[in-house]
């Protein structure tokens, strides 16, 4: 008996020592080795410091914008010869876990020296004082060469914290051999009201004898997708908060009389059924000629030129003017942590990457806006009909955002949405809950 | 030095042997206990400290005593959420355990190829949640998804599945159901297995059917394997996620959110540790309760004689 708890015991302990002996084994640095390319009488220069500068990018994406960020890092290294530096880049698919990857990093003290936010992310970030403020650091000519409505969003209290790198937004557009198949004018004009639009889209929808959706007469995407919804919102008049963002107005007579009309449009006049698609990857229902207007993201001029260029001449574009015009702009900024240990680097490779040059490699592969009024004659974006009007309406633009609560506000927005159109609640109440709650949310941030 | 007693075995050598035991039996526990202590006790007890602040992991966090239960009573979504967890639960854990168990009665004969009957139901026990709810998401689809499409062709209307407020549920409960059946069954075969077939023969020799059989004998001497296996059900039931967090988000509607998605939410997306760390112990009470109940109520004894 005693023999055999020894061996146990010995047994054990062996175990003990290898896993530590296996711990210890893990990780480590890499090895300096000699450089020994050099001539041996050569006096060698003082090193320099080398810094591994982390990076956190949502945009960029896919193999070749993740190559092109690679390629620009590297570039950046080249015209800075006098930083030794090792990029560790984090890329994202999208954004829809940044903001847990932020928190995350942020609650660890790891947040990357430079990350990229969404607009109407700054005041969130910078209230918990973890942005590197940017004032004095950008010159006048380059802020000046921003739509003041864009750059806006990158200050909180008066500092500037973020610069746009690259913007999107959300355009009506409309196949016009379409519209003339179901019988209305395909000149549409520049801007037309949401009655013109509902009494278009009901004369296009199609469905079979059974009711099932054969063509949209508008395609809404997703029925909860605030950034499709604004441009209805905000043509209506209506407007998210008050001038200093400290009230929610999503309870306005305006506001209501909007989203009645959103929800509407699928309910009661039916041009749309949540979940219509067309099930193939990244081809939206115009292209497949199964939706006669579209509320579309302006990455649908590179769907069109790939999937099917011969259409491009059949699409149009509109705008909703009711009360006024508001055009949705969101994008992407890019931020300095207060964390970092290597703030002026960071700068630096802020200011190269927001630079003419680089934005317009950036949203060539992307798809995206350039934020810069002077990249609007580039010829990226004027051979593509879309681009172009997407530029011109930046003059109406419009974002998100405006309280510290703002990144919980719009979750709870989305689920207004979702509410509303699912008949769990009329809109009004919907509104009146969604207005109490973002009340609360920005009362508490003001604790 | 041993001492021999009138009783027998010398008490000295005899509680030496007993303490070597001991040393021995604590030291191969120390690892796992360590873990234990390291990671689940103290970041339990650290959460119920979190659950009186208003700890934000941006930064910022003060003591605010119940506050936080007190904002759970008349926030209608964590309410909303807790009538979805237990809907989750009733439907997911009893029927599950049903299947299972009429697949047990099953592959528990003589049949061709019965082990890969048994490994074919126990694959999506081994299969990432993750995976599996993106399948059935595709499955669930309304325009394209297979089960619509089998739908139609029986004639039947077609069902928005995970776009509907009253479809959305049910659609998990089945994803999780079919995903359950595996563990469940392999442990109600076990526990037939362990049956004395001479009960069967004895019950036989009575006269008695298959139908008398099953009630009579089957289904009580798996009464301790049921109660584990409500147990463990339930508990596990309480905790749904993933396949949520895939397959809905949590809608349409909050039609689908459960107290875990909340949990969630609340530490990740809105940054409110202290809030989600309140709601994470209610969770766990209510677990607490329940495993109570089925422990008082539910008799797991089984007597083979």
């Known amino acids: 008996m005693l023999k055999i708890s020894r061996k146990l015991r010995l047994a054990f302990a062996l175990m003990l020592v290898l896993s530590m002996a296996l711990t210890a084994a893990c990780g480590g640095g890499k090895t300096n080795t000699p450089d020994t390319s050099k001539p041996a009488d050569t006096k060698p220069a003082a090193p320099k410091e080398k810094i591994t500068f982390r990076m956190l990018t949502p945009i960029y994406r896919g193999e070749e914008g993740n190559k092109l960020l690679k390629d620009l890092m590297e570039e950046f290294e080249q015209k800075n010869t006098d930083l030794n530096i090792e990029f560790d880049i984090e890329f994202l698919p999208d954004y829809s876990k940044l903001n847990e990857k932020l928190t995350t990093y942020a609650a660890g003290n790891m947040l990357p020296d430079l990350f990229m936010i969404g607009v109407g992310w700054i005041e969130a970030f910078a209230s918990k004082n973890l942005l590197v403020p940017l004032d004095g650091k950008v010159k006048a000519e380059v802020l000046a060469d921003y739509e003041k409505s864009i750059i806006d969003g990158g200050y909180y209290k008066g500092k500037l914290y973020g610069l746009p790198l690259v913007l999107d937004t959300r355009l009506i557009v409309y196949r016009k051999d379409l519209l003339q198949k179901c019988g209305v004018d395909p000149n549409i004009p520049e801007f037309i009201s949401k009655a013109q639009l509902r009494d278009w889209a009901v004369k296009c929808t199609q469905r079979d004898a059974s009711g099932k959706l054969v063509v949209a007469g508008l395609d809404m995407a997703n029925h909860k997708d605030r950034q499709r919804w604004y441009q209805f919102f905000w043509s209506s008049g209506a407007e998210l908060f ?59 001029a590179a769907e069109i030129k790939k999937s099917k260029p011969e259409l491009e001449k059949q699409i149009g574009i509109t705008t909703l003017k009711d009360k006024g015009v508001g055009q949705f702009y969101g994008g992407t900024m890019a931020v300095l942590s207060a964390q970092s240990k290597h703030q002026d680097v960071a700068l630096r490779v802020m200011q190269f990457l927001a630079a003419k040059e680089q934005v317009i490699r950036n949203v060539k592969v992307e798809g995206t806006l350039p934020p810069l009024k002077s990249l609007a004659k580039d010829p990226y974006i004027t051979g593509a009909p879309i681009l172009v009007k997407a530029m011109d309406l930046m003059k109406y633009a419009k974002r998100e955002g405006g309280p510290e609560a703002w990144l919980e506000i719009r979750s709870k927005l989305d689920a207004t949405l979702d509410d509303a159109v699912n008949g769990k609640k009329t809109v009004k109440e919907a509104m009146d809950a969604l207005t109490k709650a973002s009340d609360d949310l920005i009362a508490q941030t003001k604790k | 030095m041993a001492v021999a007693t009138a009783k027998g075995k ?28 390291i990671f689940t006790s103290i970041p339990v007890f650290v959460a119920v400290g979190i659950s009186f602040t208003n ?34 639960s009733f439907w997911t854990v009893p029927v599950t355990m049903a299947l299972a168990l009429f697949l047990a009665l099953i592959l528990n004969r003589k049949l061709r190829a019965l082990a890969w009957y048994r490994a074919a139901f126990y694959m999506p026990q081994v299969t990432a949640t993750v995976a599996i709810a993106v399948v059935w998401m595709w499955m669930f689809n309304n325009q394209f998804g297979v089960i619509n499409w089998v739908l139609e062709g029986m004639g039947l209307k077609a069902v928005e599945w995970l776009t509907s407020p009253t479809w959305a549920m049910p659609a998990i409960v089945i994803m999780s159901v079919w995903r359950g059946l595996g563990g469940t069954m392999v442990i109600f075969l076990a526990a037939q297995q362990g049956i004395p077939d001479y009960l069967y023969e004895a019950a036989r020799i009575d006269g008695a059917n298959d139908r008398q059989i099953f009630w009579r004998i089957t289904l009580p001497l798996l009464a301790p394997a049921t109660f584990f296996l409500l147990v463990t059900g339930l508990i596990g039931s309480f905790q749904v996620f993933d396949s949520i967090y895939v397959m809905t988000g949590g809608g349409p509607s909050h039609a689908t959110t459960t107290i875990a998605h909340q949990i969630y939410e609340q530490a990740f997306q809105f940054t409110k540790m202290g809030y989600a760390s309140a709601e994470a112990v209610v969770l766990t009470i209510v677990v607490f309760i329940i495993t109570v109940i089925n422990m008082k109520y539910v008799k797991s004894d089984a007597d083979y004689v």
């Open chain 1, 242 to 300: 008050n001038a200093d963002a400290s009230k929610a107005a999503f309870n306005s007579p305006e506001a209501i009389e909007a989203t009645q009309y959103w929800v509407d449009l699928i309910k009661k006049d039916k041009v749309f059924d949540v979940g219509f698609a067309t099930g193939i990857p990244n081809v939206s229902l115009m292209t497949n000629d199964k939706a006669v207007f579209a509320i579309a993201h302006n990455m649908y």
């Open chain 2, 10 to 37: 010398p008490r000295y050598r005899y509680q030496g042997m007993e303490r070597t035991k001991q040393r021995a039996g604590l030291l191969f526990v120390a690892p796992a206990l360590l873990h234990f202590l």
């Open chain 2, 55 to 88: 700890y934000s992991p941006l930064g910022g966090g003060k003591f605010i005593g119940i506050q936080n239960y007190i904002k759970m009573i008349s926030d209608e979504l964590f309410w909303t959420a807790l009538k979805n967890t237990l809907v989750y």
